[in-house]
């Protein structure tokens, strides 16, 4: 049964500082992995989408990696804002899509 | 969220009413899902559908059920709502089940049953 975990549960962090976002999962088995981001009391926007052929995927500030073998994939924020305030979700989809808790960010002005 | 509506965005309503949620798309996506959101369990699917009339069950199915009459269209009832379903409710879609697809999720539907 797959697993995801996502550590820590919540992270605070001076503005401007770059900072990882970690995601594990059990079963390398996936077809794709997914990142999302969540405001108190909004839905979730999708942040980068990385397919189980690719190692990583980028998008402005936001860098994410995924390496299947070691069940592993990190969310990298660059240069940190106080925007950037939100709960970070991974979602791994194998034969079912299954989603981690999140962790909270805080990043302090 | 772009493409993807739900309705109502908020409700409360008393302990064994019935009460149906919808989700509704203009993107022609052929899965759509329902989620339930709540602290401490995250994101748990409730129902899916990969088709108009084709649905299964997730894994926290009891006490829903869904309807797909039309592609754009993802119902969820709750027949007898519970103190226990008081939740934040998101539908998602995807249009493949391959993997350079994902998720689109709606804004949610907060549910308070009191």
């Known amino acids: 049964k797959q697993e995801v975990t996502q550590i820590p549960a919540a992270l605070s962090v001076p503005e401007g500082e770059n900072l990882v976002l970690n995601c594990s999962f059990t079963?390398?088995?996936?077809?794709?992995l997914q990142w999302f981001r969540q405001d108190p009391g909004k839905g979730l926007t999708s942040l980068l989408l990385?397919?189980?052929?690719?190692r990583e995927q980028t998008s402005g500030r936001l860098n994410a990696s995924l390496d299947k073998s070691s069940g592993r994939s990190t969310l990298y924020i660059a240069a940190s804002q106080p925007g950037d305030s939100a709960t970070y979700l991974c979602a791994v989809r194998g034969d079912k899509i299954i989603f981690g808790k999140g962790t909270r960010l805080h990043i302090l002005p | 969220d772009a493409g993807i509506t739900q309705s109502p965005r908020h409700k409360v309503t008393e302990t064994g009413t019935p009460v149906t949620l919808r989700c509704h798309q203009t993107?022609?996506?052929?899965?759509m899902y329902w989620y339930r959101q709540d602290p401490g369990h995250g994101l748990r699917l409730i129902h899916y559908?990969?088709?108009?009339?084709?649905?299964d069950k997730g894994e926290v199915s009891d006490g829903y059920s869904v309807s797909r009459s039309k592609t754009e269209d993802f119902l969820l009832t709750l027949e007898s709502a519970t103190s226990s379903q008081t939740s934040v409710y998101f539908c998602?879609?995807?249009?493949?089940?391959?993997?350079?697809?994902?998720?689109?999720f709606g804004s949610g539907t907060r549910l308070t049953v009191v």
């Open positions: 998602a879609i995807s249009e493949s089940w391959a993997e350079n697809y994902g998720y689109t």
């Open positions: 559908s990969y088709g108009v009339k084709d649905t």
């Open positions: 990385i397919q189980s052929s690719q």
């Open positions: 079963d390398s088995a996936i077809y794709n």
């Open positions: 993107e022609n996506h052929r899965y």
